[in-house]
């Protein structure tokens, strides 16, 4: 019997997400291997696209005419069998489209690079000497049998030391995570590290640098020019192990012979994927680790409670290390005589005493100058009178300005008591970094934030205010941090703020050095003992249990499907018809918005394949009545599961 080839389009269209069988003209039969880049009639649009070349197969249905391969795009096998795999479960899993997974990882073809692929040859197998093996040994040797574990490919959850590495310009979490990289390779292995953003890169690669060999760090990061994101791809297509260092899309890198996936701080947003079909870069790697059975570690400095559940249940192994580490934290609160006045005496006394010998970082919560302004008179939140939005101020002295639409607001009045005075709500980084530098005369100040980007500072003593998250490491450690505006980021409109600002807080904190004095302001309860008593764990069960009654994520699933009312109608029947044991409460509207109308389906893990089949075929449903459809009927049927929790 012939064979004939079995493509993926690359196409976002739904309906299209499948394999097609396409014949092989002689002339390619050779060329025509397994991963290649194809180009294939689609006779519904009567053009070419573009997809790959799965597999080739037996033709069963010789009575069936079938189109011809157009072109074989390139010789290259940039989609290896384990990644489609990957990709189909993935995007199974979420009611998604393979080739949306795909979109994430395979950089589009750069030409010139791959000619210079094809003349150089397969890289050689990189070596870890000695001397580098025993330094990983030494490092893991902080968490008994973490090494044995990852060699037989468990699952584990780590808490990683909250302080500075002990040489670098890095944390110990970075120096801990290359350990295992360079334990992995050692073995012959690949490791992937996925980390939020490209300060926690930076930090990675600077603990690999001095240990890793020449030519087996391979960096995947989107900001990258094309040419260096197709190169390095065709470098993880070799039969070499690797160590892979980047954000989200690293976790499907298809390095050769994977030993170990490492997922970096996973309840930072940025590791949420937001491009259809949004999978989270943990819930792939838990895919990933079940397909290949290779070791998967979920590491930070605070637990989610996404994978507290999964050490409850077993499927995750706490690792704990042999000596338990914590900041010296401290609980400050404004005494009375002190009121109006934002650090307390006792914060301040010990910034004061730690100029004497470094740097000393202060966390508020929010960048600019004034990020809020009320009305002077009733407190009301000042608006711009053409949009709505917010006003701030950038600047001292400035004319307050829209946050939304930039406009000038010269003649504001306030609408409940018609005032025209403003004042200042909160202070942002730029106008804490004013107040400090007043109180701290001839102190240098550093302002780190969205606007001024700084990812490290030498020990010369420095007041380095920062918004969370973008804190720059310290030479040896902040001789002391200060925690600001906790109450205020305490407010977030966030089903789970406490769990972020513990995050945010204790991230910080990490950057302590050993000893030094952390300084929470004017905040207790829970979330406050969790950071005092370093028990993030504990916290993070609280949490699940406080929402299990609720039936709130992650203790339940959450879909999302927006759309026509009548769609998600259409979809709602056929979920309930697919799945009868699907609880009456368990979906919630469907209610109008501003595109059309929402819907929310809770619904329990075991019952997930059947809902992510069921609206996934109601989403190709809809495609294809949207195609025959006029106006308002060609509106499609959007799904994503596991909402952030942000979106809700």
Request: net charge neutral; hydrophobic share 45%; with cysteine.
């Amino acid at each position: 019997m012939p064979e004939v080839a079995r493509v993926l389009l690359d196409s976002p269209v739904p309906q299209l997400d499948r394999l097609f069988d396409y014949a092989l003209p002689p002339e390619l039969r050779e060329a025509a291997v397994p991963g290649v880049r194809v180009r294939v009639p689609l006779r519904s649009a009567g053009r070419l696209v573009d997809g790959y070349l799965v597999e080739r197969v037996e033709h069963q249905d010789t009575d069936r005419p079938l189109s011809d391969v157009e072109e074989i795009v390139s010789s290259a096998r940039v989609l290896p069998d384990s990644l489609y795999r990957l990709a189909r479960k993935v995007a199974d899993r979420a009611a998604g489209s393979a080739s949306d997974i795909l979109r994430l990882v395979i950089p589009k073809r750069m030409v010139r690079a791959e000619k210079a692929w094809a003349a150089a040859g397969p890289p050689p197998s990189p070596e870890v000497a000695v001397e580098h093996q025993d330094w990983a040994t030494t490092v893991l040797a902080a968490f008994p049998g973490m090494s044995e574990r990852i060699e037989a490919g468990e699952r584990l959850a780590v808490d990683a030391p909250p302080r500075p590495a002990a040489h670098g310009t890095y944390g110990a979490w970075a120096e801990l995570l290359a350990a295992l990289a360079i334990h992995t390779l050692a073995r012959g292995k690949s490791a992937l590290i996925v980390v939020p953003d490209y300060r926690d890169r930076e930090q990675v690669e600077a603990a690999l640098a001095p240990h890793a060999p020449e030519g087996s760090l391979v960096r995947n990061d989107a900001a990258r020019s094309g040419p260096e994101r197709y190169r390095d791809y065709l470098r993880l297509i070799a039969d070499v192990p690797a160590i892979v260092v980047g954000n989200r899309s690293t976790v499907y890198a298809p390095a050769h012979d994977l030993g170990l996936v490492m997922i970096w701080d996973d309840g930072d947003s940025l590791l949420a994927e937001p491009l259809s079909p949004g999978v989270h870069a943990r819930d792939a790697a838990l895919v990933r680790q079940e397909l290949t059975q290779s070791a998967l570690v979920l590491a930070g400095h605070t637990r989610t409670s996404e994978v507290e559940r999964l050490v409850q249940l077993g499927w995750v192994r706490e690792v704990p290390a042999a000596r338990r580490e914590s900041p010296a934290v401290q609980l400050s609160a404004v005494r009375e005589n002190e009121q109006g006045v934002r650090i307390p005496s006792s914060a301040y006394a010990a910034a004061r005493e730690a100029l004497r010998q470094g740097p000393v970082l202060v966390q508020v919560s929010r960048p600019g100058y004034a990020p809020v302004l009320v009305c002077a008179d009733c407190r009301t939140p000042a608006r711009c009178a053409h949009c709505a939005g917010p006003l701030r101020v950038q600047r001292a002295g400035q004319t307050p300005e829209c946050a939304w639409c930039g406009r000038a607001a010269r003649a504001w009045s306030c609408g409940t008591c018609g005032s025209h005075r403003v004042r200042m709500a909160s202070s942002g980084s730029e106008r804490t970094a004013d107040d400090l530098g007043r109180a701290f005369a001839g102190t240098r100040v550093i302002v780190a934030d969205g606007d001024h980007p700084v990812t490290h500072v030498g020990p010369e003593p420095a007041l380095v205010v920062a918004t969370r998250g973008a804190e720059p490491t310290a030479d040896g450690g902040y001789r002391a941090i200060l925690l600001l505006d906790g109450d205020k980021m305490l407010l977030g409109e966030q089903l789970r703020i406490g769990e972020s600002c513990l995050r945010w807080w204790s991230n910080a904190a990490a950057l302590a050095a050993p000893g030094a004095p952390v300084h929470l302001v004017s905040v207790t309860g829970p979330v406050a003992r969790a950071l005092a008593t370093w028990t993030q764990p504990a916290y993070a069960r609280s949490e699940l249990s406080a929402r299990a009654p609720l039936r709130l994520p992650p203790t339940v699933r959450v879909a999302a499907v927006e759309g026509t009312r009548k769609n998600i109608e259409a979809a709602v029947v056929s979920l309930r018809d697919a799945l009868p044991s699907l609880s009456t409460d368990s979906v919630l509207g469907p209610v109008d918005t501003e595109d059309g109308a929402r819907a929310l389906i809770r619904f329990d893990y075991a019952q997930g394949t059947a809902v992510a089949a069921s609206l996934r075929s109601s989403v190709v449903a809809a495609a294809l009545r949207g195609r025959r459809g006029r106006g308002a009927a060609r509106t499609t049927l959007r799904v994503r599961l596991d909402v952030p929790e942000m979106d809700l």
